[in-house]
């Protein structure tokens, strides 16, 4: 029928799936390569003996709010053990 119709198609479809890809990497980055980032940085500091460092806070009810949770769970823990053996030993 038309040549160039297969031309356009390919090119039209070629683009919709680079949209679609950046579309996914976006959110995928957004989602959980960013809060896991900051995760990551809180758990430094706070290995580091920073315990001053601020609470990670997650509003997703996901895998990362579910890490989130309970490591400021075991931040908390680390802090109440910290404090009973320096109360102990003095």
Do not use: Q, W
């Amino acid at each position: 029928m038309y040549p160039g119709l297969s031309r356009i198609f390919m090119a039209s479809l070629g683009g919709v799936f680079l949209l679609i890809f950046l579309g996914v990497n976006a959110m995928l980055i957004f989602l959980v390569v960013c809060p896991v980032k900051r995760l990551s940085k809180t758990a430094d500091e706070v290995s580091l003996g920073n315990m001053e460092a601020p609470e990670f806070h997650s509003n997703s009810k996901d895998e990362i709010g579910g890490l989130a949770d309970s490591f400021n769970r075991m931040r908390k823990s680390l802090a109440k053990a910290i404090k009973m053996l320096g109360s102990e030993s003095g």
